[in-house]
């Protein structure tokens, strides 16, 4: 029922036939459709299970074509555009009438992407309308970054996943706005805070995690694996004080003793190579035969950042010495 491919015209001709599908980006997986036809949208909230005051990302192939869904761009924000786009960046922008309601859960601002995935952007191009896409992930789980994670959470709910590979970033696209003329990040992923400091100057506001989210997506609980995962600032000190057969262990670099249960992000201890991981080890994890899994914070900065953001969310017990 769900086909896996690399058929650039399927999957224009199922999105031009209303259908959602499964499409690679550089950040993660999305479940796309057609922006501007509320009844496709509202598919994709049913299939994601996705609670409707929380709006999606509306994806096209250029900085021009924006233009069509935004009344405006704030000077800042065109400059951050220049530099990263096409790439793992997300700005939120007053919206024009053509992008309805429902997709941006009541708000005037829409949240606008050119992501940098060569048969994605192809489709775009081909294509007489931008594409919502959330993760392709049932709210609440891991997102997905290869086209087997999206066939085992969605299968036989979408007739296609376009296959690209795995994703190149791993994390989601850093989201920026404007508010009483500040710049706000309200997401770290793929383009970090430094990137994008060098750009605009520094950046005082980011205004990530909440219990009680501001703006939709900022749902303190939002990566929520099975597994109990524990976060540490002290890893070495952490598995000579724990070594018991329960104990699940994520490493990032050197690894510290002998365990049934581990995996390593990165050898080398590169942020890049962590955050490409990142996705397919909280994945992993949920098969290994333990109570609990530890794993220690990541330096903060770059894109260790932005992990340890997902680390806050995902964590049950943290454990700082
Ligand atoms: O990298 C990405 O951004 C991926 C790929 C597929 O493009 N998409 C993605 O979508 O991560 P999603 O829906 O999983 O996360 C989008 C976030 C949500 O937290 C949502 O609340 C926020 O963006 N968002 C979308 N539109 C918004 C809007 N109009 N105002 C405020 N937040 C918005
Ligand atoms: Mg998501």
Redesign the pocket.
């Known amino acids: 029922m769900t086909e896996i491919g690399k058929s650039i015209d399927k999957a224009i001709e199922y999105l031009l036939n209303d259908e959602v599908i499964g499409i690679p980006?550089e950040?993660?997986?999305?479940l796309a459709g057609n922006a501007l036809k509320p009844e496709v949208v509202v598919k994709i909230f049913e299939i994601k299970n996705r609670p409707y005051f929380?709006?999606?990302?509306v994806?096209t192939y250029s900085f021009e074509k924006s233009w069509d869904y935004v009344e405006t761009w704030d000077a800042r924000l065109i400059k951050l555009a220049e530099a990263f786009s096409p790439g793992?960046i997300?700005f939120?922008l007053p919206k024009k009438k053509i992008i309805a309601d429902l997709v941006?859960?009541g708000?005037s601002?829409?949240?606008i992407?050119i992501?940098n995935q060569a048969l994605t952007l192809e489709i775009l191009r081909n294509l007489p309308f931008p594409l919502a896409?959330?993760?392709a992930n049932p709210f609440g789980y891991v997102?997905p970054t290869t086209a087997e994670h999206v066939w085992n959470n969605l299968k036989g709910k979408i007739p296609y996943i376009l296959d690209g590979g795995p994703c190149t970033i791993g994390l989601?696209?850093t989201?920026v706005g404007v508010e009483n003329e500040l710049l706000v990040v309200?997401?770290l992923?793929g383009i970090t805070l430094e990137d994008m400091e060098k750009i605009v100057g520094k950046i005082n506001k980011v205004h990530l995690s909440s219990s009680k989210p501001q703006?939709?997506?900022m749902l303190l609980q939002h990566y929520a694996p099975q597994k109990n995962i524990w976060v540490t600032n002290d890893l070495k000190k952490f598995l000579t004080l724990h070594s018991d057969d329960n104990l699940g262990v994520i490493f990032y670099g050197e690894i510290l003793g002998s365990f049934k249960y581990f995996l390593n992000l990165s050898y080398n201890q590169s942020l890049t190579e962590a955050a490409q991981n990142f996705f397919d080890a909280l994945r992993a994890i949920e098969n290994w035969n333990v109570d609990y899994v530890v794993i220690q914070w990541f330096e903060e900065r770059g894109l260790g950042r932005a992990l340890n953001d997902k680390l806050k969310r995902a964590a049950v017990k943290i454990v700082n010495y």
Do not use: F, M
């Not at 950040?27 to 999305?30: I, K, L, Q, R, S």
């Not at 929380?54 to 990302?57: A, F, Q």
């Open positions: 980006t950040t993660v997986y999305g929380n709006p999606l990302i994806h793992p997300t939120l941006t859960a708000s601002k829409v949240a992407r992501p896409a959330p993760s997102s989601e696209s989201i309200y997401r992923g703006a939709p997506g």
